[in-house]
């Protein structure tokens, strides 16, 4: 089973509507979690972080976190074309510094 | 957030060479990290930088194909070593404060195709 696991898509969405990216991880311990952005030929970019239970907001973009599901989850809403990219999950497993990726999803949002 | 930039942004190398990356830091920071991002795949840590001791590699690298050098808290080089095709890839490296509730940031990356 891999560590954070993700659905590499491609997620298509008509712009106006809220897309919805999934992300799970397998040791209970983790402790973090974050969603960067990457466009093509760009280096990731943080979008959000979330370390407690419930949903957090910060403009178009809210993380969910469930830890007992090991879930987490990214809701960008009135998706625009210029949030078409890759979005990727990482996680941080207790006191280490060190971040695990998925694989990453990858978002269409068409006109 | 901090600034970080790498040189070289990109090199296209022959088969045997090797290449130093240069990470540098706007800021001083704890922890540096090195990935490697295949095409079409993730990120993948290579190993863990910390300043005035050695770097920590992860399961499949090694210091002789990787060599790291962290000489303060700015500043961190990767060698690729006797590269092959195979090494052909984005590196990228990432800083954060080494504290639980701190966010990593990225640099632009190097570009690395191998011949």
């Known amino acids: 089973q891999k560590e954070v696991e993700q659905n590499s898509g491609p997620l298509s969405v008509p712009e106006g509507a809220i897309a919805s990216l999934n992300c799970t991880y397998s040791?209970?311990?983790?402790?973090?979690f974050f969603w960067y952005r990457q466009y093509s030929g760009k280096s990731p970019e943080l979008i959000m972080f979330?370390?407690?239970?419930g949903d957090k907001e910060d403009g178009r973009f809210t993380a969910q976190l469930n830890k007992a599901s090991q879930y987490v989850s990214l809701l960008i809403r009135d998706s625009q074309p210029s949030d078409s990219a890759t979005y990727l999950c990482?996680?941080?497993?207790?006191?280490?510094?060190?971040?695990?990726f998925g694989t990453g999803t990858r978002l269409q949002v068409t006109l | 957030s901090a600034v970080i930039s790498q040189k070289p942004s990109r090199d296209i190398c022959q088969r045997g060479t090797s290449l130093t990356i240069q990470c540098q830091v706007d800021?001083?920071?704890?922890?540096m990290f090195w990935y490697r991002q295949q095409p079409g795949q993730s990120l993948t840590l290579i190993a863990t930088?910390?300043?005035?001791?050695?770097?920590?590699?992860e399961s499949g690298f090694v210091i002789d194909k990787f060599p790291i050098s962290r000489p303060n808290l700015t500043f961190s080089t990767l060698t690729v070593s006797n590269m092959s095709p195979e090494d052909s890839s984005i590196y990228l490296c990432?800083?954060?404060?080494?504290?639980?509730?701190?966010?990593?940031?990225f640099g632009p990356g190097t570009r690395l195709t191998v011949l």
């Open positions: 990432s800083v954060d404060r080494g504290q639980i509730t701190d966010t990593q940031y």
């Open positions: 040791d209970r311990g983790s402790q973090s």
């Open positions: 800021s001083q920071v704890t922890m």
């Open positions: 979330i370390y407690s239970n």
């Open positions: 930088a910390n300043q005035g001791s050695e770097a920590t590699y």
């Open positions: 990482a996680v941080r497993t207790g006191t280490a510094s060190k971040l695990t």
